[in-house]
């Protein structure tokens, strides 16, 4: 088929030259003008665009030119042509494709990171409200929420004879009490530009994180002093980059609030510096056993090479414990000298000066806290102190309070060695291990000395307190309390009463009870004067009956016997019920004051850490017991001579200076006026003796640990004797005071009774007594 040529013409060999083809084309019809313009040339087509061709009628041959109207070879060089922009194309695609496949990772990366930034922006934004939220408050009250001291207990004379270390050992001061050269060291190794930056340095970080690779291991540290503080006191201690954040965020705000002094007095006041040791005072004496002076704090007495120990503690303060770990605790030192001697704080003599001192095998002498000085009178006190704050005992630890007690320790020491050489006298031959002693002041109810047991250091009951823990039957030591009702009540010490056989029914098919007198003996008719003097036991049982068990138990209550084990009834009278030794000697303390119970104290008043006083003791008592009462008990239990029938004219009971001479040797005098009342239980099982002058009451217990029996000995023998010695050491010194007289409805007077004529003291005839006069012999003829 052809194409490219006019109908009916026949085209030119292939063979043909260029000038022959040249030439037929000159032989074409006259219709087809030849060009006059080279054919190729952009006019000659310009000119054939114009060219319509010839109509073709449909279905009719006809001649027509068959010219190509394209030069030959158009073809190839169309083909290169598109086949060149194909590739030009398909390049320029690839360069589209690449261009898309870079830049869409990369914008993507783009609007990656900038969410991120802004996630990472609104979140921190976030953290660092919530933070300032959470802790805004605790950055600005710093001072309050750091750990307090470690509670102390005082003597009467300021000394300290306790301190709770269960939670660690920490005494506070104004930082101009602590050694300069602490406070150097620590900022030499701790934070180097502590008085420029701002609560952190983020220069100094990096600086650590240099010197801590060059070297190999820890050399310095990260956090600023402030930042320190923050971890210990805010934020705890959590090894986490939101907790280090957390530290950055609220540094600023603490330095904002307090000067550089009073942030490094917080830091060397708190700082853990190992072996329950926090802060400066208590290094100082855990490490080197330095103690306050009257010119100096044991802080403040640290020197640069025990400065320098301390100082390279805190970061490490198991791996640079100089006791456990001491070369490691000495490379340590010799660190912080040279970064003190680099930042200007010391010499090179005084640098290699500390490190020869620290070198030394005495460098080091730890201190050793004493809690044995008074552990009874402590352990009371704590008690005391948690009943009063009505917080419980463990949770004083770190309270920061100084308890100031009445503590006399002299008194107590003294009163304890004589308690132990009684004991050891005893022993053998009375199978007598133990006694407890009590002094109370009876102006103020302070408690003056608590012996416990008389060896507090043996594992076995060192540490379990007779005297404040201990219930044991007071036997005739508990006679008083009834008598006292009685008097009360208008009974007289001079009236009779008849000492013979007495037998007390029970109801309900219970066996009748049956007392006895400890000599085994009647004594006919006796006053009840007489009868309590020498601690006659049927005598009592009578008046018991007349004035009721309850009343009498009311009575010993009221005076200061809180707590009791046991039932209450008749045998009472004669100590069945189990008491304290504290309690005991309270009560005593009332008949002292003339009826009026000041409770017993032991501490004085409570500082808190800030010096400011919180408790005072009360000092002002309550009338429990009329003066009547209170006087006719004195007067009795003071009266010597009714009571040597029993007791002899020269017992423990007399306070003379020296009683087993000066009283046998018949010197008059001087004697200290005073009441005592003794007291054995059953089997001898326990000995007491209570009694008291116009300034103190003592009480004193003797006997076994397990409660065993003794052997043959009774109060005035095994306790009277600790009681006597206590009462002149407790005296000593002191003016002697008589005790005071009767009221004014008290009178003195003549009676005839069954048996006997007697002068005593008896109530007035008045009308508030009248009544209780008739109650009682009503009752007593029933």
């Not at 190992?274 to 403040?300: I, K, M, R, S, V």
């Not at 806290?369 to 009371?380: E, F, G, T, W």
């Not at 013979?500 to 009840?528: A, E, K, M, T």
């Amino acid at each position: 088929m052809q194409t490219d040529q006019h109908i009916g013409e026949t085209p030119p060999p292939e063979d043909m030259s260029q000038a022959s083809q040249a030439s037929a084309l000159t032989t074409m019809p006259a219709h087809r003008s030849p060009a006059t313009l080279p054919e190729h040339s952009q006019a000659a087509l310009s000119q054939r665009l114009n060219d319509v061709p010839v109509p073709v009628d449909p279905g009719l041959p006809y001649s027509a030119s068959h010219n190509p109207t394209h030069p030959r070879g158009w073809r190839i060089r169309r083909h290169m042509k598109r086949r060149r922009l194909h590739r030009t194309m398909q390049r320029m695609y690839a360069a589209e494709r690449t261009s898309t496949r870079t830049m869409i990772p990369l914008a993507a990366t783009f609007f990656s990171v900038l969410l991120t930034l802004v996630i990472v922006f609104v979140s921190v934004a976030s953290f660092i409200d919530a933070t300032h939220e959470k802790y805004g408050d605790a950055s600005v009250t710093l001072e309050d929420i750091l750990p307090k001291d470690n509670l102390k207990i005082y003597d009467a004379a300021g000394g300290v004879v306790y301190q709770m270390t269960d939670e660690g050992l920490q005494t506070s001061l104004p930082l101009s009490q602590i050694s300069p050269n602490l406070a150097h060291a620590e900022i030499a190794i701790e934070d180097q530009n502590f008085y420029k930056n701002a609560g952190y340095d983020i220069s100094g970080i990096v600086r650590a994180a240099i010197a801590n690779m060059t070297v190999g291991h820890v050399v310095s540290g990260g956090s600023t002093i402030t930042q320190q503080i923050i971890k210990n006191a805010i934020v705890g201690n959590q090894t986490t980059a939101l907790r280090k954040l957390q530290e950055i965020i609220l540094a600023p705000e603490v330095t904002r609030h307090y000067t550089k002094n009073q942030i490094l007095e917080m830091y060397l006041n708190t700082t853990f510096y190992g072996e329950q040791a926090y802060g400066a005072e208590a290094a100082a004496f855990t490490y080197y056993g330095l103690h306050d002076t009257p010119t100096e704090t044991a802080a403040q007495q640290l020197d640069i090479a025990q400065a320098a120990m301390l100082a390279g503690i805190p970061s490490s303060p198991i791996a640079r414990d100089p006791f456990l770990h001491p070369q490691a605790a000495h490379t340590r030192v010799a660190e912080v000298l040279q970064q003190m001697y680099v930042q200007g704080y010391i010499s090179v003599y005084e640098r290699d000066s500390a490190i020869l001192e620290a070198q030394q095998p005495n460098f080091l002498n730890p201190g050793v806290i004493n809690n044995r000085l008074a552990p009874h009178y402590a352990s009371y006190t704590l008690r005391e102190l948690a009943n009063d704050l009505h917080v419980r005992i463990t949770d004083l630890s770190r309270t920061g309070l100084h308890i100031y007690t009445s503590l006399d320790l002299n008194l107590q020491n003294n009163v304890l060695k004589d308690a132990q050489k009684h004991i050891a006298e005893m022993s053998k031959s009375h199978n007598m291990s133990n006694a407890a002693v009590v002094v109370i002041d009876n102006h103020t109810g302070a408690i003056r000395t608590i012996v416990g047991n008389i060896d507090p250091s043996n594992p076995t009951y060192g540490d379990f307190d007779v005297a404040t823990q201990g219930y044991r039957q007071p036997g005739s030591s508990f006679k008083p309390y009834i008598y006292a009702t009685a008097f009360n009540m208008g009974i007289s010490p001079g009236q009779t009463v008849l000492d013979g056989p007495l037998v007390v029914g029970f109801c309900c098919g219970l066996p009748p009870y049956i007392p006895h007198n400890y000599d085994l003996h009647y004594h006919g008719y006796v006053s009840y004067r007489y009868a309590l003097q020498n601690s006659f036991n049927i005598p009592a049982v009578k008046l018991l009956m007349r004035v009721g068990v309850d009343q009498a138990l009311q009575t010993a209550q009221t005076m200061g016997l809180t707590t009791y084990t046991g039932t209450p009834n008749y045998t009472m009278v004669l100590g069945s019920l189990g008491v304290r030794l504290l309690d005991n000697t309270a009560a005593y303390s009332t008949f002292a004051t003339g009826g009026i119970r000041i409770p017993p104290h032991a501490i004085s008043y409570v500082r808190d850490q800030a010096g400011k006083v919180i408790f005072r003791a009360p000092t002002t008592g309550k009338r429990v017991l009329s003066k009547a009462a209170a006087f006719m008990i004195t007067n009795v239990l003071s009266d010597n001579q009714s009571r040597v029938f029993e007791f002899g004219k020269c017992s423990s009971l007399l306070i003379y200076p020296n009683t087993e001479n000066q009283c046998y040797a018949g010197d008059p005098g001087p004697v200290r006026p005073s009441a005592a009342k003794t007291g054995t239980s059953n089997d001898f099982r326990d000995n007491w003796t209570m009694g008291y002058t116009t300034d103190y009451t003592v009480g004193v217990w003797a006997g076994n640990n397990d409660n065993s029996a003794m052997v043959n000995v009774t109060g005035v023998d095994g306790a009277g004797p600790i009681w006597h010695d206590t009462m002149l050491m407790a005296e000593q010194g002191q003016p002697i005071h008589g005790f005071p007289g009767p009221p004014s409805n008290v009178v003195r007077r003549t009676v005839s009774y069954p048996g006997q004529r007697t002068t005593d003291w008896y109530l007035n005839a008045d009308p508030d007594r009248t009544h209780i006069r008739t109650h009682i012999r009503t009752r007593t003829r029933t």
